[in-house]
């Protein structure tokens, strides 16, 4: 049971490139989640998906986009990496809101 | 400005010492959650508290919910190396779940 795994671990990325990090979970859980997390900042939710076809915004939602694809999968898309996005994100899922989050280890990026 | 205040921020201690983190808030949650992490790993659960006033233990650790659920405190009793890590206060409202910075616990041998 791998849980939520995340992909890549670490990312470069230079200003104005653009990448998708990806997130699946095999839990059959209803709701996703992806936060970053900043140095004094905590956790600092971007996107969530309460259910499969619908997406909605959290704090932090400028500069990204998000798809749920299926039940399964749920990808961020950073269209013009900028610097102040360096930072770890965090993909989560839970059985239903308020719900227990399970997390995947994280996505280290850093535009330069 | 955080939804969530987490204080203290760090805090390091001896191994067998007792300590109290707080989460505190303006805002009233339906649930709180506590999660502990690890460098280079995601979040994992402790504990939900659901009710006001609810008290839980596991183990050594035991975690409180304000009368009027907004905030929260986990008490650690005899700290051990082990313990050591970063503790979130998650709190639950409308769809979504926020974090607090977190209490960031060193505990030395």
């Known amino acids: 049971n791998a849980g939520v795994t995340q992909t890549p671990k670490f990312q470069v990325l230079k200003t104005g490139q653009s990448m998708t990090l990806q997130c699946a979970q095999d839990m059959n859980h209803n709701s996703m989640y992806w936060y970053r997390q900043d140095p004094g900042m905590g956790l600092r939710l971007i996107y969530y998906s309460a259910s499969e076809g619908t997406t909605d915004k959290g704090e932090v939602p400028n500069g990204y986009n998000v798809s749920r694809l299926n039940k399964r999968e749920f990808s961020l898309r950073l269209e013009s990496a900028a610097p102040s996005q360096t930072s770890v994100y965090f993909c989560?899922?839970?059985?239903?809101?308020?719900?227990?989050?399970?997390f995947g280890s994280g996505t280290q990026l850093s535009v330069l | 400005t955080q939804l969530l205040e987490q204080s203290p921020q760090f805090l390091s201690i001896q191994e067998g010492e007792n300590l109290t983190v707080y989460c505190n808030s303006s805002s009233v949650f339906s649930s709180l959650q506590w999660y502990r992490q690890e460098p280079g790993e995601g979040p994992v659960l402790l504990v939900t508290v659901v009710t006001g006033g609810e008290v839980k233990k596991l183990k050594r650790l035991t975690f409180q919910f304000g009368d009027a659920r907004k905030d929260s405190s986990l008490h650690i009793t005899a700290a051990q190396p082990g313990d050591t890590g970063l503790y979130l206060c998650a709190g639950a409202r409308n769809n979504d779940m926020r974090f607090g910075a977190g209490t960031r616990l060193t505990v030395k041998p």
């Open positions: 989560a899922s839970s059985v239903g809101h308020e719900e227990k989050l399970f």
